[in-house]
């Protein structure tokens, strides 16, 4: 069983709509809960992070995380063709927080 | 701007070949931290270190050895080159106790 579980996709919303990207882990003891985006062909880089339970948000993302639930998700408001890429969730283990495990990813394509 | 760099985009090597991925942080980070990403398996790590000259494994190990002789530089070897660890290399880094990791832009290595 995956560590990290997203749905691979391919996830597709039409330009200006909502793009909700979920993920679910398995460690109990995992504090630190990122989003990365990746663009084909390129390293991933970092969306934005979530420690505490409910929403942050920054600027059109929004991060979600229910630690009962072990589930984290990201919205994507106003979504962009330049949306366009895939998101990794990863999360800091229990056994070591500077140790990151990472779902295999969810490729969004925003449609024009 | 943290910046992480990878001595090479693409490499092309033989079966049996030594090989050398090298990376290189200069944002003075603690930790550094080698990944293969292959699709549909996400990111996995193979090392990590924290310190100079100290090195730990990581979840996939196995072919490969690193070093980490000065703390900016960390370097991943494959003694004899297969054709299974035809991938794409990232290297992260990331500072002290924080989680955030910063990835360099990937090596994608082929062995014939």
């Known amino acids: ?112 | 701007d943290v910046k992480v760099t990878q001595s090479s985009r693409y490499l092309v090597k033989r079966t049996g070949e030594k090989v050398f991925l090298e990376c290189v942080q200069d944002m003075d980070h603690e930790n550094m931290f080698w990944y293969r990403q292959d699709p549909g398996l996400g990111l996995r790590l193979i090392y990590f270190s924290y310190d100079v000259k100290m090195k730990e494994k990581g979840d996939i190990p196995e072919g490969y050895s690193v070093s980490r002789e000065k703390k900016e530089r960390f370097s991943l070897i494959l003694e004899s080159a297969s054709t299974n660890q035809t991938s794409m290399y990232l290297c992260a880094s990331s500072s002290g106790q924080v989680e955030t990791q910063y990835f360099g832009p990937g090596t994608r290595l082929l062995v014939l």
């Open chain 1, 1 to 112: 069983q995956k560590e990290v579980e997203q749905n691979s996709g391919p996830l597709s919303v039409p330009e200006g709509a909502i793009a909700s990207l979920n993920c679910t882990y398995s460690d109990r003891g995992s504090q630190s809960f990122f989003w990365y985006r990746q663009y084909s062909g390129k390293s991933p880089e970092l969306i934005m992070f979530i420690y505490s339970n409910g929403d942050k948000e920054d600027g059109r993302f929004t991060a979600q995380l229910n630690k009962a639930s072990q589930y984290v998700s990201l919205l994507i408001r106003d979504s962009q063709p330049s949306d366009s890429a895939t998101y990794l969730c990863a999360v800091t283990r229990g056994g070591s927080a500077r140790q990151l495990t990472f779902g295999s990813g969810t490729q969004l394509t925003v449609l024009p």
